[in-house]
Each structure stands twice: as structure tokens, then as C-alpha cells.
């Protein structure tokens, strides 16, 4: 009995072999001639295009025949070439569930069911009866090499990352060469990063070679395994998934303190990326990652100097990483960088935010920011700065009044908040607005008094 599949009699096998026969003795004539023979090399290359098109005329033909129900898709409907299994146990074709997934549905699409996790876990037994079935049929699936996921991502790629992987577990000279590809890998290709989220066990493969007791870690190593998580962590649907899994933030948090700057300045930026959310500020904040970032700022080496300035931007922006930030000592830090002329307007931010920490604007008063401020506000032309060296003087005026005088002296001598109250944005015009009142009050209670 004949197959349903590729036979003998079909026209397009015929149409096939015909144009192989022709390919052969164009390529034979070429090969025989001593002059390049143009018209002969067309030919040739419109009977290819030919072959082509058979090609994908007989798999698209192939899939339309009827096959069994579960080896259909519930999204495309179509015959499944990767079928992989959601956390609620349901089996979808790869790129169809993964662009369910990327549009921030997490839900399973048949039963509704959230989903505990978005692992998609091979369905080897779905795939190898598909397989099967296909054979039967004389139909040949796509070569998983040109089968192109969603993400742009291939069968070989897949095959390559979990290669990669295993030589985390290998020798020291294994793990060197596997961490520098992993890196390079998910630098250049964005694609690359969502596979770390396939599996569960994939970013604790990578970190393995540093979670092992062995003080005596290759820097380069280590080098290349936190870049590769910074470079994890830069993928949205990555963020919770890094953040969460165990060793990592203490690992980040060591990288701090030890290895290469560039280690150090890569961990600072990966715990900065990771802090956009919420929840991973506190866990950061929690891992004891700020008094790390704070002796880095105050080495001061620029390399690390903007990094480590974002990170502790968005992980002071929750209350109760101020109160660590200050019982770490940034604000001595962050002020001794200010009064240097180092990153002037991306710490003034931060000291913005940490101002309604009652012992940080303690601290800001006995070390002279006072002055240190109404220098920068008239010297500076950044008006987010002037805005961000006002709000620190209005809490400090409010908290302490010893600094009032000093107010007084600066307004009567050069007008700054004066200036500022007029010509600034509209936040640093409510703020200088605020001192002189609060100065005003004061000079008229003097004066009835």
C-alpha cells in the first residue's frame, strides 16, 4: 500500500527529479568548462529557487493532512513541532504558548488556571509519537535547526545552552570558556535570556561554579557569571525569577566587596536592574547589599561610581532601605563625593530621597551641607539640581533651627533662595518659598518678643 506521504508517483517528486537531473549536468557542464559560463550559473540558480519552492510547497502540503487530535495545538490549531507542558500540565506547540506568555497572560489558555510558574517543560512523549506518526506518513518535520521559535531562537540553540550549562559542572577550564559564550551569548542576543526561564534549574547551574565553597573563586570567572547576570536580570520576565533564586543576591552582594571593578561595577548594575521591583528592593535591601554599595561609592572609583549611584537610587526609594542606607553611612559618603565634585547631580538625588530620614538630616546638619548646598545652587545651572539642594535645606531649616542663621546670612548676602523662589521649577519655588516664610516668622517673633 502506498504511503499518504512523499511517492513515487507524486507530480512534485516527479517535477523533482526532473530538475535534480537537469542541476547535475548544469553543474557537470561548469565544472568542465574553462571560461565561466554566466548563463549556465543563472540557470543554475533558478533551478535551486525551483527546489526550493518544492520543497516547501510538499511540508506544507505534508501538514495538511488530518492527524490525530492531540498532536494539535489548542492555540494554532496546527499540527505541534515543539509540544511543551505548561505548570497547569497542558501541552501547547512552543513559539504558540511562549507568545501567550510574552503578552503578560498568566493563565493557562484551555482551563483558566493561573499559573504557579511559566517553565515550559518538553512533552518528550508527544513529540516522539508525533515523530513517529510523521514517519508513518512519509512526512519529514522541519529540521529543528531552521524551526524558529517566538523569540528567534533554534532547536540548536537550545542544544547549545544546555551545553553550556552542563560545563558549569565541569572543570575549572570548562567553566572559563562556558561562562565567556554564556555571556557573549546573552549580551548579543535578547532571545538568549528568556531560555533562563525555562527551567528551573538553569540559573542555579550558572552560579554553581561561585556557590561552591572556595574562597579562591578565578576573577575572571566570576567576572563573567555576574555579567551574564546582569545581562539576565535586563530581561523583564527575568527580574522575579533572578531575584528570587536562592545564592544569587548573596552572590551579587559578595561580588560587591571582592573580584575585578568591573565585577564589582557589573554586581552594583544588576542589583539596579533587579530593584525595579518593588518586591526585589526589599529582598536586596534585606540580603545586606547597601553597606556594600555605600564603601564602593565612598572608594569613589569611577568605573563604578554610576552604577552604584542607580543602585542606591531605586533601592532607597522604600522607607526602610533609607533607614539601612543612612545606618551604613551614605549620607557621610554621599556628601564627601558631593563636596569633591564627583557625580554631583546623581547624588544630590539621593540625598533628596533620604532627607525625610530624621537621622540622615541629622547627619547633613553636622556636616556642613548647609553650605556645601548654597554653593552648589548658586553655581550649579542644573535646575534639577537647585530643586534637589532646596528640598534638603527646607528639611534640614524645619528640623534644625541652629541653621537658620546661616539661611539668613546666605539670603541677605546673595538672594539665593530668593532667586531660587522666583525663577526655579515648580517644586523648588513651593520649597524656598516654605524657608523664607519659616525665616520671616521667625524674625517677626524675635521682634514682638
Not at 31 to 60: C, F
Not at 83 to 107: C, E, H
Not at 250 to 255: E, G, N, T
Request: proline share 4%; hydrophobic share 40%.
Amino acid at each position: 500500500m502506498a504511503k499518504t506521504g512523499v511517492v513515487e508517483g507524486d507530480p512534485l517528486t516527479v517535477k523533482e527529479m526532473e530538475l535534480k537531473r537537469e542541476l547535475q549536468r548544469l553543474v557537470k557542464a561548469i565544472l568542465s568548462q574553462e571560461e565561466i559560463n554566466v548563463d549556465a550559473i543563472d540557470k543554475t540558480q533558478q533551478i535551486l529557487l525551483a527546489l526550493k519552492e518544492l520543497k516547501l510547497k510538499r511540508r506544507s502540503s505534508s501538514f495538511d493532512l488530518p492527524f490525530p487530535e492531540e498532536f494539535r495545538c489548542p492555540l494554532s490549531k496546527q499540527l505541534m513541532r515543539d509540544p511543551v507542558m505548561l505548570a497547569s500540565g497542558q501541552t501547547y506547540d512552543r513559539p504558540f504558548i511562549q507568545k501567550w506568555l510574552k503578552a503578560g497572560n498568566r493563565t493557562c489558555p484551555q482551563t483558566q488556571q493561573v499559573l504557579s510558574h511559566t517553565i515550559l517543560t518538553p512533552n518528550h512523549l508527544i513529540r516522539d509519537m508525533i515523530s513517529q506518526w510523521c514517519k508513518n506518513n512519509g512526512i519529514q518535520m522541519p529540521d529543528s535547526v531552521q524551526f524558529l521559535n517566538d523569540e528567534g531562537l533554534t532547536e540548536a540553540d537550545r542544544d547549545l545552552f544546555l551545553s553550556l550549562l552542563e560545563k558549569m559542572s565541569s572543570t575549572l577550564s570548562d567553566q572559563k570558556v562556558a561562562a565567556r559564550e554564556l555571556r557573549s551569548l546573552t549580551k548579543k542576543m535578547p532571545s538568549f535570556r528568556s531560555l533562563f526561564g525555562e527551567s528551573a534549574d538553569a540559573i542555579p547551574q550558572l552560579v554553581r561554579p561561585l556557590s561552591q565553597s572556595n574562597s579562591n573563586v578565578n576573577p575572571n570567572l566570576q567576572e563573567d557569571i555576574i555579567t551574564t547576570l546582569l545581562n539576565l536580570s535586563i530581561h523583564d520576565n527575568n527580574k522575579k525569577l533572578v531575584a528570587e533564586t536562592p545564592k544569587v543576591i548573596p552572590l551579587l552582594v559578595d561580588a560587591l566587596r571582592s573580584g575585578t571593578i568591573e565585577t564589582r561595577s557589573n554586581a552594583a548594575a544588576a542589583l539596579f536592574t533587579l530593584s525595579a521591583l518593588d518586591s526585589n528592593k526589599e529582598l536586596i535591601g534585606k540580603s545586606g547589599a547597601l553597606k556594600p554599595l555605600v564603601e564602593l561609592l565612598d572608594e569613589g572609583n569611577p568605573v563604578a561610581m554610576k552604577d552604584v549611584a542607580s543602585a542606591l537610587f531605586s533601592l532607597c526609594i522604600i522607607q526602610d532601605n533609607k533607614a539601612r542606607a543612612v545606618r551604613d553611612g551614605a549620607v557621610r559618603a554621599i556628601l564627601k563625593k558631593i563636596m569633591s565634585n564627583v557625580h554631583v547631580d546623581e547624588l544630590l538625588a539621593i540625598l533628596a530621597m533620604l532627607s525625610n530620614n530624621q537621622k540622615a538630616v541629622e547627619e547633613m546638619g553636622d556636616l556642613g551641607a548647609v553650605t556645601c548646598l548654597l554653593n552648589i545652587i548658586r553655581e550649579t545651572s542644573c535646575a534639577r539640581s537647585k530643586e534637589n539642594c532646596i528640598a534638603v535645606l527646607y528639611t534640614i531649616c524645619y528640623s534644625d533651627r541652629t541653621k537658620w542663621k546661616t539661611l539668613r546670612d546666605e539670603e541677605k548676602t546673595y538672594g539665593t533662595i530668593s532667586q531660587l523662589a522666583q525663577n526655579g521649577t515648580a517644586r523648588a519655588k513651593r520649597k524656598a518659598n516654605g524657608i523664607l516664610d519659616r525665616l520671616n516668622r521667625a524674625i517677626n517673633l524675635t521682634h514682638t518678643a
